[in-house]
């Protein structure tokens, strides 16, 4: 099967031919047909995860969508033929391993819109989750156009609070569309500077997705009064120093599951959240698209579409 792979960490993902696998007992094997790219999927080709016991070469990629092509004997729940989305153990590639963390696609998805779901959709559900965003609060997403970042405007807005989007201008109204109520140019000034401009008192929460230096964080919780709250997916918070100006921060570590992405998959059949593709790129162009992600140049999300030979 065509994968990409990296034969050891810090060597450039490359396209190889690899044997498909096989799944044990308890295996679900699926025919991906699409494949959603992550930030952390070029953060593991780099080693930031390196465990021991790590063989190569290692297939690349998390999140994905296709058909189930066999089961182990063991399996009830899913059975050849089912279109499934989620986590996989290596979702570039034309057949992988299924994690735990898979559904079943409603009729109304797509591949490449499914594939673009599990990591940024949980990520963004679990922080308004967790900073108990309901009606009248007023949020700050930081990184607000990323795949993360668009789905926390999208739960937030739909959980009735008033949200601040960093978004430059020629994003503005894809932002307002998806229900930020007021925006912020990160590329003109300080985004804490301007946002206590518009909320001199002080806002409830800070969603932040990008503020990997703790110092730029902490810029941001500057904009939060007591009893607000800051959660970051790139653990950048300093949960001691922020209680002691009485804000909770959470340095999230996003906990997916497949009952999960059974409600997500209602919503977004639903309408009531939408997936943004910023680019569908075909197998063999994953590693120029990691690159770019890498440098920050994506709005949205990624999906390497994986066709049929």
Not at 160 to 166: F, L, M, N, R
Not at 227 to 255: C, H, M, Q, Y
């Amino acid at each position: 099967m065509r994968a990409i792979a990296i034969s050891g960490f810090g060597q450039e993902p490359e396209l190889m031919e690899l044997p498909k696998p096989t799944p044990g007992p308890n295996g679900v094997l699926v025919r991906l047909h699409a494949a959603g790219l992550n930030p952390v999927d070029w953060k593991i080709a780099e080693g930031e995860f390196k465990t021991s016991g790590q063989t190569f070469p290692k297939v690349l990629g998390i999140d994905g969508a296709g058909v189930v092509e066999a089961v182990g004997p063991a399996v009830s729940a899913f059975r050849p033929g089912d279109q499934v989305y989620g986590q996989f153990k290596g979702s570039y590639a034309e057949y992988a391993l299924a994690s735990p963390v898979i559904a079943r696609m409603p009729a109304g998805m797509i591949f490449t819109q499914a594939a673009a779901v599990p990591i940024a959709t949980t990520t963004a559900y679990n922080m308004v989750e967790t900073a108990k965003i309901d009606q009248g609060r007023v949020v700050l997403v930081s990184g607000a156009t990323g795949g993360v970042g668009q789905q926390a405007v999208q739960f937030a807005a739909n959980a009735g609070a008033k949200v601040i989007a960093t978004a430059t201008a020629d994003m503005a109204g894809h932002m307002r569309g998806i229900g930020a109520a007021e925006l912020v140019d990160h590329s003109l000034r300080p985004v804490a500077e301007q946002v206590l401009q518009l909320h001199p008192g002080g806002i409830d929460v800070v969603l932040d997705t990008v503020s990997t230096d703790p110092a730029a964080l902490d810029q941001l919780a500057q904009t939060v009064r007591p009893g607000g709250t800051v959660v970051t997916t790139v653990f950048s918070a300093d949960p001691a120093a922020l209680a002691a100006r009485e804000i909770t921060g959470v340095n999230l570590d996003n906990k997916a599951s497949a009952e999960l992405l059974v409600l997500l998959a209602d919503l977004i059949d639903a309408g009531r959240i939408k997936v943004h593709i910023d680019d569908v790129v075909p197998l063999s162009a994953a590693a120029t698209a990691l690159a770019k992600n890498k440098a920050g140049r994506s709005r949205g999300k990624t999906v390497i579409e994986i066709q049929p030979r």
